[in-house]
């Protein structure tokens, strides 16, 4: 029998009444649940089993968590079991991470942050992008050399009615996310004659198609790898137990999934490049999501990192890039300094009365972009000290035969407190630029950018350094498809300030969109702009189709 003989958590419940006296709990009635040395064998550990506690008590919720890791356990032993041989290693170690984060999920109580506790950020602990420094040409190339790109690319493109990776959705002439982020690193490496690598993080969604898409680039002069993020069980509302009968994954989908990209970092590890590119002298890994068209590899951090412009002795361990807060990133997770460390802190840890606190873009100026500069070595530290201590998200979902469902997941960026001298960094806009719909799919196919080496650069025409914002109504234009079938070509965009878009509205070609433009159509109603429409702060709504006759 397989199982978890080397097991990843030790109970070591004592329910002793700290008077002498039996049904009590020590530490004024907390079970205590020690992580002793995780994988390590437990040989023939004891655990004392409870007496009946009435159920509003913290003793009964404290002996149902127990209960809970015991049942966990065997379920995952059962699963194991069902492994085929040539598998069983690598299975091993991630269920060893789940249980591991089912542990802990468990044994948290309360927010993970005391507001009170929040202090303001020091002076030096986020960098303005405007102070760092070019290098010298002649060093470009070692740098690139010790430098690792990683993107994200777990994601499916089901949210913006696409098949497969959303990585390999068109975005701009036909290129893809993934196109652009090979032309972007070849551009680095022939240029400078360098050898900077890509790899790709995939999920079980998005590892079969992509390995498929790599091969187109088999002679450019990218280096390509692909590791996968962790596969974890999702896990029963009701009972807190998998709702996976057996690891035959394909067949059962729905029963498991990727665990946040907050995962990375061990299944960098397990997968064997970590210690490969520590090996090859690479000292850091630039993160980011791979729909970010906004983020490209930066001369300036990377000589603050490793360059000309780094300063003091200690190195720099971890950055995240941050950027200014606008009233459309709210809800983005910021930066705080919290017990003498820099910490992301997202809207999930905020306590219901302090929301509107962390929403004020006075209060909470940065928010983060997600493109995260790690050292390697710092990194396999961390790990094997197992002191990587990220916040767990707990997202609830219901599945589609109506079962509810707990994914226990982690933040990339949440790791930030792990390391040390950790910094953020102020960076402009321009390297923020999601494509999480196809309002922002909108953008970055229109005139506002131009597309160069891989990267789109923001058109000089353009007045002001901010993006437009834009809602497009999600009946109409939220599939990729419907949304390029409403546009005889993308309008011109340069002077628009803020565009809404609601029900049945089709754009002829040649149309031009400034300053604040706001069409209703209502329902059963349809509107059509016509070809060469200058629309400048406008509302159209009601009615409005012209045809041919």
């Not at 149309?511 to 159209?540: C, F, M, Q, W, Y």
Request: aromatic share 8%; glycine share 8%.
């Amino acid at each position: 029998m397989l199982g978890l003989q080397n097991s990843c958590i030790v109970l070591n419940a004592k329910a002793v009444n700290s008077d002498g006296g039996g049904g009590g709990v020590a530490d004024g009635g907390k079970v205590h649940f020690k992580m002793l040395n995780p994988c390590a064998d437990i040989g023939q550990q004891q655990v004392r089993g409870h007496q009946r506690i009435p159920s509003d008590t913290k003793e009964f919720h404290e002996a149902t968590k127990r209960d809970a890791l015991m049942r966990l356990k065997k379920d995952l032993d059962h699963l194991l079991e069902t492994v085929e041989e040539s598998r069983k290693t690598g299975v091993q170690k991630e269920m060893c991470g789940f249980e591991a984060l089912y542990h802990r999920f468990l044994q948290e109580d309360g927010p993970s942050v005391e507001w009170d506790r929040i202090e303001k950020l020091p002076e030096e602990a986020v960098k303005d992008y405007s102070t760092l420094k070019l290098p010298q040409e002649a060093h470009i190339r070692d740098m690139l050399d010790k430098l690792v790109v990683v993107k994200l690319n777990g994601g499916l493109g089901t949210s913006m009615g696409c098949h497969g990776p959303k990585s390999v959705i068109p975005v701009r002439n036909d290129l893809t996310f993934l196109d652009m982020t090979v032309q972007q690193i070849e551009f680095l490496n022939k240029k400078y004659n360098a050898n900077v690598p890509l790899v790709l993080m995939n999920s079980f969604n998005t590892d079969v198609d992509t390995e498929k898409v790599i091969r187109k680039y088999k002679g450019f002069q990218v280096q390509i790898y692909t590791f996968n993020q962790s596969c974890y069980p999702r896990i029963s509302r009701d009972s807190l137990l998998p709702i996976a009968k057996d690891f035959d994954i394909e067949n059962d989908i729905e029963a498991w999934y990727p665990p946040g990209h907050g995962d990375f970092y061990q299944s960098f590890q397990n997968s064997g490049l970590l210690r490969k590119f520590l090996e090859e002298g690479r000292e850091y890994c630039f993160l980011s999501n791979i729909d970010n068209l906004g983020a490209t590899v930066d001369i300036k951090i990377l000589n603050r990192l490793i360059g000309d412009d780094r300063q003091g002795d200690k190195p720099i361990e971890f950055v995240m890039e941050v950027t200014d807060k606008t009233r459309a990133d709210v809800k983005g997770g910021t930066l705080i300094h919290y017990e003498n460390k820099l910490r992301l802190l997202e809207i999930a840890q905020v306590p219901k009365e302090h929301v509107d606190d962390f929403k004020s873009v006075k209060t909470f100026k940065f928010f983060n972009t997600n493109n995260i500069w790690a050292r390697l070595e710092s990194i396999e530290r961390v790990l094997n000290a197992k002191t990587m201590n990220m916040e767990i998200i707990v997202n609830n979902k219901t599945l589609d035969n109506g079962i509810r469902v707990i994914q226990l997941e982690t933040a990339v960026g949440a790791a930030m407190k792990c390391f040390d001298g950790g910094i953020g960094i102020n960076v402009p806009r321009s390297r923020f630029l999601p494509v999480k719909k196809t309002s922002d799919l909108l953008l970055v196919m229109s005139n506002l950018y131009s597309l160069k080496y891989g990267s789109l650069v923001m058109s000089p025409q353009r007045m002001f350094p901010t993006t437009p914002l834009v809602k497009l109504g999600d009946n109409h234009f939220s599939k990729v498809k419907e949304f390029l079938s409403r546009f005889a070509n993308i309008p011109d965009l340069i002077e628009l300030d803020h565009l809404t878009v609601s029900g049945d509205v089709t754009f002829g070609r040649g149309v031009s969109l400034r300053g604040t433009v706001i069409i209703i159509a209502n329902h059963g109603d349809r509107i059509d702009i016509p070809a060469g429409a200058i629309l400048e702060n406008k509302i159209v709504s009601g009615n409005m189709r012209i045809l041919d006759h």
